[in-house]
């Protein structure tokens, strides 16, 4: 379809643009007039950051593999005591500390000390975010050569650790898989389950299925945050099971139950609301298709289905949703970040009405888009 007018005059102001942008001369201009000048060093620092982010994110994981965070939570130490803490020499730990630092991980402090900084001590408080940092490792190695990837010509080591992905999941998935998986799911859950939670309250939900629920943290806030509400976790036997330990331990037991077996061949069980927690981006097209349109007919007439996870973008790409996640499912094999409005297309066209997103305080965390059965 030819482009309109405004289509046109768009394309010919970008390329205008991106001609005096990419001009050394008009660069060095720009940076030198008062008015521009703030707006040419933020965007040259943004590029730097692009470019270095990698040693970034390395800073962070080198400070949690070594305990660094920790070993500073309960206040400052001196250099030689934090290296020693570490184990690290003196003059290599003092590098690592000040690059640290720089990224606000920690604080210098007197006397050649080192204390946690503002964002060190958020990612200590955060639930799940060492345990993302620590998984990383497969993904980093992942995107060590990003063009292979993107080419398909590398096996992914994210591949195997989400084996289930895209329709590989099995019955007999092994424990020790399942339990490395559900680790990782349960212990970034806690701040997604609030955000849910806070977009699509429960209420009026007599017995909450949580499809693909895995150890049943996502159903446990559910539980604790809905008074009267009964729930199931539906996933695989050996995750099922951990559920059941979970969920009895936290007192539970009798509201609760998990059921083994696959949502991606077999029907759920019966409830008056389904929940998809982190589960749909993991999966293709026609999977989640299918998917759907068994929970619609699982469903009775009013009954509810939540999506809740990381979205992209759609007319405006987001960091999360389309950087991270885009790059990351393709590691995982299957899978892809939807928008908000995707996910509205495909509930709709699996039968559901009032399919609408509900915005979260922190979209960065989770997504949620919501529907139901007339």
């Known amino acids: ?50 470019v270095v982010g990698f040693v970034y994110s390395q800073t962070l994981y080198a400070c949690v593999e070594l305990g660094v965070l920790e070993a500073l939570a309960p206040g400052p130490l001196p250099l030689d005591a934090l290296a020693s803490r570490v184990g690290l020499a003196p003059d290599r730990a003092r590098r690592l500390a000040r690059a640290a630092a720089a990224l606000r991980l920690l604080e210098a402090d007197r006397d050649d000390g080192y204390a946690l900084g503002a964002l060190g001590a958020a990612a ?74 806070a977009a699509a309250p429960l209420r009026g939900v007599r017995r909450l299925v949580d499809v693909g629920g895995g150890e049943g943290a996502f159903l446990e806030a559910a539980l604790r945050a809905t008074p009267g509400l009964r729930g199931v976790v539906f996933d695989l036997p050996a995750v099922a099971e951990r559920a059941r330990d979970r969920l009895a331990a936290a007192g539970l037991g009798a509201r609760a139950e998990a059921v083994g077996g696959s949502f991606l061949d077999g029907p759920p069980p019966p409830g008056d609301a389904f929940s998809l927690v982190r589960v749909l981006y993991d999966h293709d097209d026609p999977v989640v298709e299918a998917l759907l349109a068994r929970l619609h007919a699982a469903l009775p007439p009013g009954g509810r289905i939540l999506v809740s996870e990381p979205m992209a973008g759609g007319a405006r790409p987001s960091r999360a949703g389309d950087a991270y996640f885009g790059l990351y499912t393709l590691a995982m094999g299957a899978g892809r970040p939807r928008s908000a409005a995707r996910h509205v297309r495909l509930m709709t066209d699996a039968g559901f009405v009032d399919a609408r997103e509900r915005p979260t305080r922190r979209p960065f965390v989770t997504s949620v888009v919501t529907a139901r059965r007339p």
């Open 1 to 50: 379809m030819p482009a309109g007018p405004l289509a046109r005059l768009r394309g010919r102001w970008r390329a205008w643009r991106n001609a005096r942008i990419a001009d050394p001369a008009f660069q060095a201009r720009a940076a030198g007039f008062a008015p521009t000048r703030p707006r040419a060093r933020r965007e040259a620092e943004e590029l730097y950051d692009i």
């Open 124 to 197: 200590l408080g955060a639930p799940g975010v060492l345990e993302m940092v620590r998984h990383h490792a497969l993904f980093y190695r992942d995107l060590a050569d990003p063009v292979a990837l993107l080419r398909d010509a590398a096996t992914p080591e994210l591949a195997y650790f989400w084996a289930y992905a895209g329709g590989r999941r099995t019955l007999d998935l092994p424990p020790a898989t399942a339990a490395a998986y559900s680790r990782l799911m349960a212990a970034s859950q806690a701040m997604v389950a609030a955000e849910t939670l």
